[in-house]
Nanobody
Framework: VQLQASGGGLVQPGGSQRLSCVAS????????MYWLRQAPGKGLELISG????????HYIDSVKGRFTISRDNVKNTLYLQMDNILFEDAAEYYC????????RGQGTQVTVSS
């Protein structure tokens, strides 16, 4: 199983960022997928999930209305569109094939600074 997240970087509050995660080594199209994040000094936090077909999506309250999860089962890629980014969104972001993040890949860092 390989999960490679990318797209992080430095963003201003109120800005947008699009994260991607390319998956390989398993049947991506048959697997629900998740985004998690870990801020400095804090634990791993599940923030969003999407069903295998992409028809069902879930978000935690703090990102609802600002973040959008999606997937492309042809490209084996998971996305997280982050809009109206807040300081508290700064974290290392991971994609995972389980909602605890036990099977997560390399993360991508999102830094929020004005």
């Amino acid at each position: 199983v390989q999960l490679q997240a990318s797209g992080g970087g430095l963003v201003q509050p109120g800005g947008s960022q699009r994260l991607s995660c390319v998956a390989s080594g398993f049947s991506f199209r048959s697997t629900p997928m998740y985004w998690l994040r870990q801020a400095p000094g804090k634990g791993l936090e599940l923030i969003s999930g999407i069903s295998s077909a992409g028809s069902t999506k879930h978000y935690i309250d703090s990102v609802k209305g600002r973040f959008t999860i999606s997937r492309d089962n042809v490209k084996n890629t998971l996305y997280l569109q982050m809009d109206n980014i807040l300081f508290e969104d700064a974290a290392e972001y991971y994609c995972a094939k389980d909602d605890r993040g036990d099977d997560r890949g390399q993360g991508t860092q999102v830094t929020v600074s004005s």
